[in-house]
């Protein structure tokens, strides 16, 4: 009599030592999340208790009276403060055209500068003068007001952050691009079965030049993509100097360990078939791998290297915080002087940036998978 087969029955059968293994394990998995749920402080509820807080930060708070006195009170000095130092800077020109030795000291040079700008303040019009003050009235108090939104959308400054982010983009494409060019030799000889097939023999030399081969190249990609693009980054910066072209080393050596690991392991999943065919008909190392091994993972080059590419756009926005050339230059510079409107606009930018991007790689990819 024919049984019908369950579930239970295609389920693979677990022995008693299996079983204990596999409770160990997963009472340590438990033991640790829990402990590190308890390390890290992780309460969902602080998100709702801190609200307010997000929506002052996001959308900017009231000001009260105290906020319009000390803004009114700072914008009054602004005529005074702007007098001063246009009187700073002639009286330094002038004294600059004296010898030596007949400079004034210090006291005195300090005297000419208040003198001239009294003499400057009241020779300002009026009119002019107000208008100045209502206008830092109006920037101070915009600024204790705080808040991301709504965004800068000055024409002037929408051209700027287009400049940059398009600096931004190219750092992006040239990091990518060389990583891509760098990652492909690097990964076949980190995949065991091309190396077989670039150094055959079963001799104590190539079994040792195979391992050789395998394990400093699999380590240069582990300390490749070993540190942070934005730690290189600093680095660079420090050697070469501000500019896009540190970010893009950075990018670069990062993006190679992240594409020589995946590339290598897309090789080694190869179909064996396809190269063993090549292979009997006599063909070299170089014929194995452009006709057979490469399309074959073609469609993994282009998907993840156009991912990475993506990815870098917004990694290259970070390295600008540390003098890396782009957008995030602009945006660190904006942050450390509370414009936060000005972020905003850029952290906007480069989303519609990436989305496009996203777009676009989507496409190309279709021609490929």
């Not at 400054?157 to 931004?168: Q, V």
């Not at 995949?191 to 240069?220: E, M, T």
């Not at 020589?260 to 190869?270: L, P, T, Y």
Request: aromatic residues 10%; contains cysteine.
């Amino acid at each position: 009599m024919h049984q019908e087969t369950t579930l239970e029955d295609l389920a693979p059968r677990l022995t008693p030592r299996r079983k204990i293994i596999l409770t160990v394990m997963g009472i340590t998995i438990a033991a640790i999340l829990i402990f590190s749920y308890i390390w890290c402080d992780i309460n969902p509820f602080k998100i709702w208790n801190k609200r307010q807080n997000a929506f002052e930060y996001l959308f900017g708070r009231q000001t009260d009276e105290i906020d319009k006195k000390t803004a009114k009170l700072h914008a009054k000095r602004l005529p005074e403060i702007i007098a001063m130092e246009e009187a700073r800077r002639d009286i330094d020109k002038k004294h600059d055209a004296l010898p030596a030795d007949q400079k004034p000291d210090y006291r005195r040079r300090n005297v000419e500068i208040e003198n001239l700008a009294k003499k400057m303040l009241a020779n300002q019009d009026p009119i002019e003068k107000q208008k100045t003050i209502d206008e830092e009235y109006i920037r101070l108090l915009d600024e204790k007001r705080g808040g991301f939104f709504p965004p800068e959308t000055h024409s002037s400054k929408l051209k700027s952050y287009s400049i940059a982010l398009l600096e931004t983009v190219m750092m992006a494409i040239w990091g990518s691009l060389l990583a891509v060019i760098a990652a492909i030799p690097f990964s076949l000889f980190a995949a065991k079965n091309i190396l077989k097939i670039i150094a055959p023999g079963d001799s104590f030399f190539h079994r040792s030049l195979r391992w050789i081969s395998y394990f400093v190249v699999r380590r240069f990609l582990d300390s490749a993509r070993g540190f942070n693009e934005f730690v290189m980054a600093l680095m660079f910066v420090a050697i070469i100097g501000l500019g896009p072209f540190a970010g893009i080393l950075a990018l670069f050596i990062h993006t190679t360990g992240i594409l020589g690991k995946v590339f290598s392991e897309a090789i080694e999943a190869s179909e064996p078939g396809q190269v063993e065919a090549v292979v009997s008909t006599g063909s070299g190392a170089g014929q194995v791998i452009s006709f057979s091994v490469i399309p074959q993972v073609m469609p993994t080059i282009v998907s993840y290297s156009l991912l990475r590419f993506e990815s870098n756009v917004r990694s290259a926005t970070i390295l600008g915080f540390c003098g890396a050339g782009g957008i995030g230059f602009l945006m660190f510079d904006k942050l450390n002087g509370y414009l936060y409107r000005e972020v905003c606009t850029m952290m906007i930018m480069v989303i519609i940036s990436v989305s496009i991007i996203d777009f676009l790689c989507g496409k190309l990819r279709n021609y490929f998978i």
